[in-house]
């Protein structure tokens, strides 16, 4: 679906739900739509990138790593990351970078040119480039990453008990 100047505008300006959170959506590659992650994962945005702490299966992170000599990732050691169903480069992840970027090492950076998101409440697909990525606080992320690891631990420990349990009871 394209957008009028106007329409983009307002898209980008109505990133916000009624309840203060951002509108949930899927990002796509833009050349086969492939799902590459999703607004639960993205916690900011920086060099024209949607940064991400996780990505689907079909985002491939290249084994060959390249230096930054130029602009925002001048002085930078990344790794290309790929679309799994198409082959595009879809942004990149880096693993050394000055201060300034240091607090995106080892982040997926999705390039917002290369990349499609999918509004799920307004049944809308619009270019990542229209729109704002704005910046979780960084301990928000850490929390609910925690948490979520926290939440497996304990469904690990159960599941181990369990098995010890019957194991016990067939001895």
């Known amino acids: 679906m394209e957008f009028n100047g106007t329409l983009l505008i307002a898209c980008a300006d109505e990133m916000c739900a009624e309840d203060g959170h951002t509108q949930r959506m899927t990002l796509h590659c833009l050349q086969c739509s ?13 060099v024209d990138s949607i940064v991400c702490l996780s990505v689907t299966d079909d985002v491939v992170v290249s084994d060959a790593m390249k230096s930054g000599h130029k602009g925002e990732m001048a002085r930078c050691i990344s ?15 880096i693993h050394s970078a000055p201060p300034p970027l240091a607090a995106v090492r080892s982040m997926f950076l999705l390039q917002k040119k290369n990349i499609s998101c999918y509004i799920l409440n307004r049944r809308s697909m619009v270019k990542a480039s229209t729109l704002t990525f704005d910046m979780k606080p960084l301990r928000e992320s850490m929390n609910e990453t925690q948490q979520h690891f926290e939440a497996q631990m304990d469904r690990i420990s159960h599941i181990k008990s369990r098995l010890a349990d019957r194991i016990a009871s067939v001895s």
């Not at 492939?34 to 920086?46: I, K, P, Q, R």
């Not at 790794?79 to 992840?93: E, F, H």
């Open 34 to 46: 492939t799902v590459l992650g999703d607004s639960f994962s993205a916690c900011g945005e920086c």
């Open 79 to 93: 790794s290309s990351l790929k679309c799994r169903g198409c082959g595009s480069a879809v942004g990149s992840v």
